[in-house]
C-alpha cells in the first residue's frame, strides 16, 4: 500500500538513507554480542532447518547460488551462518529430474532429515518423464547422504510416486508410533476450482477461472521407495466468501494479482496430543504470501484451521518495510527451550529478492500458536533469553 507522508522532501530523504542504510548493513554483518536482527545474509527462498546431534543447524533453501540443485549454510548458534555451498546436483548417478526444463528443472524446498544414521533430502523437480510437454511437471524426490553437508544422491532414479498431477513442497512427519508421513502440495496447474470467489472474480470480468493449490497427506514406506494408500486431501482454499478464512487466503485473487488461490509449503508438528500444520497462502512472488495454521488429532485430519490465522503476514500497513512472509519451517533454540519460525520473506531493500527471517513462537496454553514477527530490530539471539 502506497502512504503518503506529509514532510518535506529533505526529511523524507534523511529518513530514507538512514533507514536503508541499516538494513544494509545488517544483511552484511554478523551478529554482535547477544542481538541480531532481521533479515539474515542468506538469500534462500523455502529455508528450512536441521538440528543435528551435538547442536549444529544446517540450513537448506531454494535459490542460494546452486545450480540444478541445493546449497546449505551450518550455523552453531542460528544467527551467525557459513555457507558449506552446493550439496545436492540433480546430476547424480540417480537423477531423475530435467534441468533444461522450465524454471531450470525447479529445484525447490529441499528438507533435510536425520533417520538411521542416514541423512534424507526431500525436494520437488521437473520430471524428465514427460510425454505431454506439461509446463509444471513437478514430482518429489529423496536423496540420501552420510552427512548434512552432503553430497547427496537419489535413493532412485524417479520420483518418490506419481499421483498424476503435479507435487511440490514434500514435508515429512516421523509419528512416535514409527509411521512416517509424506505431506506435499498439489499444484494451481490445470486445476480451476469452483468456489464462490472463483464466480465473484468471474463476474466482475477479472478471470474466467480460478485454479487452487491443495495439501495432502499420505504414508510413506520405511525405506521411503514409495507411499502406502491413497493420498488424503487435508487443507484447501475456503469455498465461501463468509468463511472467516477466506479473506486473508483469497487476496492474489481479490487484489486482481493472479487467477490462482495457494495453499502449500505445510510444515507439521506435534504439541501433546495435536498435531499442528502450518502452511502458506497467496502468490508467493507477491506481498500478500502469509502462513496460518490449522490443526488436528490424527496426522492426516481431518485438520480445522484456526481462527487466529493469518499468524504471519507483511507489516507494510504498520510501518514496517516486509512483505512475503511464507514457506516457513520449525527449529528450537540451542538450549531446547524456546520453537522459533524459519521463514522467508522481503524487503524494502530487498526488492524481489527473498531473504531469511528467524523469529520466535510460541504455542500457549490454551493451544494458540503465534508468531513474533515479522521483525527488523535488533533482539536477543535465540537461546539468550
Known amino acids: 500500500m502506497k502512504r503518503t507522508l506529509e514532510i518535506s522532501i529533505g526529511s523524507f530523504l534523511l529518513m530514507l538513507t538512514l533507514h536503508t542504510s541499516g538494513l544494509l548493513a545488517q544483511s552484511s554483518q554478523p551478529a554482535t554480542g547477544r542481538t541480531y536482527q532481521n533479515p539474515l545474509p542468506i538469500e534462500f527462498g523455502d529455508p528450512y532447518v536441521l538440528k543435528v546431534k551435538g547442536g549444529k543447524y544446517y540450513m537448506y533453501g531454494t535459490g542460494g547460488g546452486a545450480k540444478n540443485g541445493f546449497a546449505a549454510y551450518s550455523s552453531a548458534d542460528l544467527v551467525n551462518w557459513e555457507s558449506i555451498g552446493q550439496v545436492y546436483y540433480a546430476g547424480n548417478s540417480n537423477g531423475w529430474s530435467d534441468s533444461t526444463a522450465a524454471w531450470n528443472g525447479a ?68 509419528d512416535k508410533n514409527g509411521r512416517i508421513y509424506l505431506y506435499y502440495s498439489r499444484c494451481c496447474y490445470k486445476h480451476p476450482v469452483e468456489s464462490e470467489v472463483a464466480a465473484w472474480a468471474k463476474e466482475k470480468g477479472w478471470f474466467d477461472v480460478v485454479e487452487e493449490s491443495w495439501v495432502y497427506g499420505v504414508e510413506l514406506k520405511p525405506d521411503f521407495s514409495g507411499v502406502i494408500g491413497e493420498p488424503v486431501m487435508l487443507l484447501r482454499p475456503p469455498v465461501k466468501m463468509d468463511d472467516k478464512q477466506a479473506e486473508w487466503e483469497s487476496r492474489s485473487v481479490t487484489s486482481k494479482e493472479i487467477n490462482r488461490r495457494w495453499t502449500e509449503g505445510s510444515v507439521i508438528f506435534k504439541k501433546g496430543d495435536t498435531y499442528y500444520m502450518m502452511y502458506s497462502a497467496n502468490y508467493f512472488g507477491g506481498k500478500n504470501y502469509a502462513v496460518g495454521y490449522a490443526t488436528s488429532k490424527s496426522p492426516l485430519g481431518p485438520f480445522t484451521k484456526a481462527a487466529n490465522n493469518p499468524v504471519l503476514q507483511k507489516n507494510v500497513e504498520k510501518g514496517g518495510v516486509v512483505t512475503g512472509t511464507g514457506h516457513n519451517s520449525i527449529t528450537y533454540s540451542p538450549d531446547g527451550k524456546e520453537m522459533l519460525c524459519v521463514y522467508h520473506a522481503r524487503t524494502s531493500v530487498t526488492g524481489e529478492q527473498r531473504v531469511v527471517f528467524i523469529d520466535r513462537m510460541k504455542i500457549l496454553k490454551d493451544g494458540k500458536l503465534i508468531v513474533e514477527g515479522p521483525t527488523t530490530a535488533p533482539q536477543a539471539i535465540p537461546g539468550s533469553k
Open 107 to 174: 529445484y525447490w524446498a529441499p528438507e533435510v532429515y536425520e533417520y538411521k544414521g542416514k541423512f534424507y533430502m526431500f525436494y520437488s523437480a521437473q520430471w524428465k518423464d514427460n510425454p505431454n510437454k506439461e509446463l509444471e511437471n513437478f514430482r518429489i524426490g529423496v536423496a540420501v547422504a552420510d552427512n548434512p553437508a552432503g553430497p547427496f544422491t537419489d535413493l532412485s532414479n524417479k520420483p518418490v510416486f506419481d499421483p498424476g498431477y503435479p507435487v511440490i513442497d514434500a514435508n515429512v512427519l516421523f
